[in-house]
């Protein structure tokens, strides 16, 4: 079975500064997608950058980039530039690219902290 | 931007008594997820739902729980008999199906067994 560690249960950064949030995760499968989500207090899931396994190029959405280790099992999120609408909870997330399963397999989040 | 849906957003329930949360997926999705989150644990996948019937579940939904989309629009989650440990923030999703495509979440229910 796949899982998900992120090993910081919560972060803090400065405002404007960056910040690199951790995930390992374990699979046998070759091909998968991951995902980071954000989560602000009291509202919705949100999709903030997916990575397909077989692309070498690490994905970025402005701001959002990730470092992909395929062999290390490593997808760590960098936010740049820190803003105060980015503190939330974080979850990464991995989903099987082929056959099986569609479902989601989470971490347990990490509590990011924007200080002004 | 179209969203997930979710009523209500909490709800308080004595144990032993029947629940349903009710959601409304993203229209032109095909794919229907619960997920349920344990105050201070992980978020946990519960079941998928595709073409009018389960896809997968995971072995916490059992027959305690069903899920229903009675009208076309409606994705609902029954709890048939509410234990305490069913106390929990629930989420649907939806996707439109092809895997490098995103789930998209609600905003939860939060399920308060008394």
């Known amino acids: 079975a796949q899982t998900v560690t992120q090993s910081q249960p919560e972060m803090s950064v400065q405002e404007a500064e960056t910040v690199t949030l951790s995930c390992t995760y374990d699979t046998s499968e070759s091909d998968y997608y991951l995902f980071w989500y954000k989560q602000p207090p009291s509202r919705q899931m949100i999709l903030v950058i997916r990575q397909e396994a077989y692309k070498q190029q690490n994905a970025t959405e402005n701001r959002f980039s990730v470092n992909f280790q395929k062999a290390a099992k490593s997808f760590s999120l960098k936010i740049s530039d820190s803003q105060l609408g980015d503190a939330a909870m974080y979850f990464c997330?991995?989903?099987?690219?082929?056959?099986?399963?569609?479902?989601?397999?989470f971490g347990k989040g990490t509590k990011l902290t924007v200080n002004p | 931007e179209p969203e997930v849906t979710q009523t209500p957003s909490h709800q308080v329930t004595q144990m032993g008594q029947e629940v349903i949360l009710r959601c409304v997926p993203i229209?032109?999705?095909?794919?229907f997820y619960w997920y349920r989150q344990i105050l201070g644990q992980k978020v946990e996948f519960l079941v998928s739902f595709y073409n009018n019937e389960i896809s997968e579940k995971s072995e916490i939904f059992d027959d305690q729980f069903s899920v229903e989309r009675p009208d076309g629009s409606n994705f609902t989650l029954k709890i048939r008999s509410t234990k305490l440990e069913d106390s929990a923030m629930y989420f649907c999703a939806s996707s439109m199906g092809q895997r490098n495509q995103p789930q998209h979440f609600g905003d939860g229910t939060r399920l308060s067994i008394l």
């Open positions: 997330a991995y989903r099987r690219a082929q056959g099986g399963s569609e479902k989601l397999v």
């Open positions: 229209s032109n999705h095909l794919y």
